[in-house]
């Protein structure tokens, strides 16, 4: 399964919106009823961070800034006002299908 | 505290083999799959291996299939990586991760390089 996440690079104005758009070239509603549909971010210097989970269940300590969305093939994170600290690479990734697929990842940046 | 921390990384030659680890704990090690991804230098996140829970199932991304092996000790809350017929592409930070649906959480990485 193909992830094909838009744009690649986002620079954007702190306290704006931001919205990645990620793409998977099959469906990814599994057997068990679950769209395995995960959102991560990675730091520089640090080690990938879960902020969303099945498409829209935020982790415990996310901020309530960051959302996601979308169903199918078509799935969205959204933040709604970008701070400093939001800065780095975030990754969709597919966990229905064999083998796991990550999207190419979207860098956020501040103007 | 959850916490997985890998180790055994380090320099190889092409061809070489190494041994990853993972020890994890402040959680049922059992209950979960496991995840090894990685990350070559200047590019995206890469899975490469889960196992379920009781090492009855594998799986493995093309490129890595046929050399390397994923493998759990549930009784020493441990996962294990190993690679063989290593390539100057597989030089990455391995990173063993908690889940295989969306991993939760991940170690802190451990870096390898192949030479040639």
């Known amino acids: 399964v193909v992830m094909t996440q838009s744009p690649l690079s986002l620079p954007v104005t702190l306290g704006q919106p931001a919205s990645i758009s990620c793409r998977s070239s099959?469906?990814?509603?599994?057997?068990?009823?679950?769209?395995?549909l995960t959102w991560f971010q990675k730091r520089p210097g640090q080690s990938p961070r879960r902020l969303v989970w099945?498409?829209?269940n935020r982790d415990s300590g996310v901020p309530d800034r960051f959302s996601g969305s979308g169903s199918g093939t078509d799935f969205t994170l959204k933040i709604s006002r970008v701070e400093a600290e939001d800065v780095g690479v975030y990754y969709c990734?597919?966990?229905?299908?064999?083998?796991?697929?990550f999207g190419q990842g979207t860098k956020v940046e501040i103007k | 505290e959850e916490q997985v921390v890998e180790s055994g990384g380090g320099l190889v030659q092409s061809g070489g083999s190494l041994r990853l680890s993972c020890a994890a704990s402040?959680?049922?090690?059992?209950?979960?799959?496991m995840s090894w991804v990685r990350q070559a230098p200047g590019k995206g996140l890469e899975w490469v291996a889960s196992?379920?829970?009781?090492?009855?199932?594998?799986y493995y991304v093309d490129s890595v299939k046929g050399r390397f092996t994923i493998s759990r000790d549930n009784a020493k809350n441990s996962l294990y990586l190993q690679m063989n017929s290593l390539r100057g592409e597989d030089t990455a930070v391995y990173y063993c991760?908690?889940?295989?649906?969306?991993?939760?959480?991940w170690g802190q990485g451990t870096l390898v390089t192949v030479s040639s």
């Open positions: 991760a908690k889940g295989a649906f969306g991993p939760e959480f």
């Open positions: 990734m597919q966990g229905t299908h064999w083998p796991r697929t």
């Open positions: 099945e498409v829209s």
């Open positions: 099959q469906g990814l509603l599994h057997s068990d009823g679950n769209t395995y």
């Open positions: 402040g959680f049922s090690f059992s209950d979960y799959w």
């Open positions: 196992i379920k829970v009781d090492g009855s199932e594998k």
